[in-house]
């Protein structure tokens, strides 16, 4: 794979692996940022509830605590039989209704199990009891077990069946030191609070507040509410763990319930699953009336995804541009040197030096390479020049050579058969006579024989002079084989074959060379022979040979 193929997909991918982390860091950083901005923000959600709509309800809990502390109710209490006492008490309760926002008050006695109610629309003579309580009833076993569970407060969620609206009635126990006397309170109608949650939901998918052990107490889906959850089985309760979608998120809610407890007013978190979705549940402890507030937020939908991908379409953006800058900057600083260095060493093998053309951006150690390269081609171009100069004149010698009789430097048999071949062929367009000599030395062996093979070396060297100074520029001489000599004459004039021939056969006086002191008379046997039309190199030489032998053969 290419260079710049290997670079962009590993850049490719380390870009979106670095991509694809940042991305997951920023969503848990963003889940980070709004887990705490949402316990701030329920914090202070619930500073601000109490103000505005809890506190009547706040309000409602602590009158009905101060109603259970009217000594004259509290002696009535203990003597629920003495008229007098009663009096006394319904006078001041009579007072005190007003305060109760409802305007009404209920009295429930342990003495005589009388069960008081007053909303003022009566009479205010007459006589509020309204029925006797048994424990047998189901309907009044409320009273019952508030009593045997000595619980302070309670809070007991309603419906009002005459009136249609749902009422909050706080119960709190008449005392007297540890013992119990009976239960007061009053009912306060909860719709218009119901109305102030629905439309305060803002950020939260639900609002939900329990009473201690997470029964739902009020709630948009009324449906859902606990009501009267003191007296039910605990198989019976609405809790809002049952909101909740797998067992892990309802052990989560029970155990931040349990934190919230500990740290009344400040919230704790934990991420739920609730309706198919992720939120997260954030639970306040509120002492006043011992209820959890817990708010739900759908945390997709807080931040949904689609928030992110205006950034991911950023991302891509950046990346695609971050590409195609590495792209050209590989491309100026890498692959574009590179294949310039490619280009001139291809032109090498043309024997053609193309210099590089470097840009400004290109890598510096790549201009060291190719500075480096650029030495060392040129270089090898002019080593390359002066080796083939030297092989053309080692051939062209070895050629000649070839050619050439190393002892006398004529022609050898191969190289005049090559020159005659020419001859022939030149003579055979311009019909330019010409003939050969065959000149074979008279008894050679004995010089061999007599002054050794080096001294007939010299006399065959000797005779290769004399031979060429004889001919001149009339032929050309070369050595046959051993002491026999061809001659190719050119003949400018008819006679120059004859004479020459002549000259070599009867001057018999005219080579003599001396040897060790000795003086050798070389002789010749010639026989010549002129080109004839159809003459072939084979058939012309064949007729020198036959009359140079005719010669030999004449002078035995
Ligand atoms: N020194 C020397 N001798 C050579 C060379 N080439 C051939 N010879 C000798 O030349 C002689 C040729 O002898 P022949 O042609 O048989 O006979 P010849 O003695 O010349 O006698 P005829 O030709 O019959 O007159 C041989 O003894 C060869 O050994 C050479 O290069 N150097």
């Not at 000599?437 to 024989?449: A, P, Q």
């Not at 290769?464 to 046959?480: F, H, I, M, Q, S």
């Not at 058939?539 to 030999?552: E, G, T, W």
């Amino acid at each position: 794979m290419a260079i710049k193929s290997r670079f962009l997909i590993s850049t490719t991918l380390i870009l979106l692996l670095t991509g694809f982390f940042s991305w997951l860091s920023m969503r848990v950083l963003a889940e980070d940022i709004i887990v705490s901005w949402v316990e701030r923000y329920a914090e202070k959600q619930v500073q601000y509830d109490k103000v505005r709509t809890l506190l009547p309800l706040i309000q409602e809990v602590k009158l009905s605590k101060e109603f259970a502390e009217l000594e004259s109710l509290k002696e009535w209490a203990k003597h629920p039989f003495n008229d007098a006492l009663k009096q006394h008490a319904l006078y001041d309760t009579e007072a005190f209704r007003h305060r109760f926002s409802d305007k009404s008050y209920f009295i429930a006695l342990k003495g005589n199990e009388h069960y008081y109610y007053s909303d003022g629309k009566e009479a205010s003579n007459l006589d509020p009891y309204r029925y006797t309580l048994h424990e047998s009833n189901p309907d009044d076993s409320w009273f019952y077990q508030i009593m045997a569970k000595k619980l302070n407060l309670h809070l007991n969620v309603n419906p009002d069946v005459e009136l249609g609206v749902i009422k909050l009635w706080s119960d709190v126990l008449i005392r007297d030191g540890d013992d119990v006397l009976g239960v007061v309170g009053t009912g306060l109608d909860l719709s218009g609070f119901l109305r102030q949650m629905v439309e305060k939901q803002d950020i939260y998918s639900a609002i939900v507040f329990t009473n201690n052990e997470g029964s739902i107490q009020l709630y948009q889906r009324e449906e859902l509410i606990d009501y009267s959850s003191l007296t039910k089985q605990s198989e019976d309760k609405s809790l809002v763990f049952q909101l909740l979608d797998d067992e892990q998120s309802r052990m989560q809610l029970k155990q931040t319930l349990e934190m919230a407890k500990e740290a009344p007013n400040h919230v704790k978190t934990s991420p739920v699953y609730k309706d198919g979705v992720r939120q997260l549940a954030s639970v306040v402890y509120i002492p006043e009336i011992d209820w959890f507030q817990v708010n739900f937020i759908d945390i997709n939908g807080f931040l949904p995804l689609t928030e992110f991908s205006g950034l991911l379409v950023v991302f891509f953006i950046s990346l695609v541009c971050a590409l195609i800058v590495f792209y050209l900057l590989l491309t100026l600083i890498v692959t574009r040197p590179l294949s310039e260095l490619d280009l001139s060493i291809g032109s090498l093998d043309k024997k053609q030096y193309r210099a590089p053309k470097l840009g400004h951006f290109a890598g510096l150690e790549i201009k060291k390479l190719v500075s480096h390269y650029q030495k060392m081609s040129t270089s090898l171009l002019e080593y390359q020049l002066e080796l083939e100069n030297k092989v053309a004149e080692r051939t062209e010698a070895l050629s000649r050579l070839a050619k050439l009789d190393p002892l006398t430097e004529l022609y050898n048999r191969r190289g005049f058969e090559v020159h005659m071949t020419e001859y022939m062929q030149r003579w055979q367009k311009s019909h330019h006579s010409f003939g050969l000599i065959n000149v074979d030395v008279n008894r050679f062996k004995l010089v061999n024989d007599l002054y050794g093979h080096a001294a007939g070396d010299l006399v065959l060297q000797e005779i290769a002079t004399y031979l060429t100074n004889v001919v001149g520029d009339k032929g050309e001489v070369a050595r046959w084989g051993g002491d026999e000599f061809l001659i190719l004459v050119k003949q400018n004039s008819d006679q120059d074959l004859v004479t020459i021939s002549e000259q070599l056969q009867g001057d018999r006086e005219s080579l003599v060379i001396k040897i060790k002191e000795q003086n050798i008379t070389i002789q010749f046997s010639v026989g010549n022979a002129l080109v004839e039309d159809n003459d072939t190199l084979e058939s012309l030489l064949h007729r020198a040979d036959n009359a140079m032998y005719a010669v030999k053969f004449n002078n035995r």
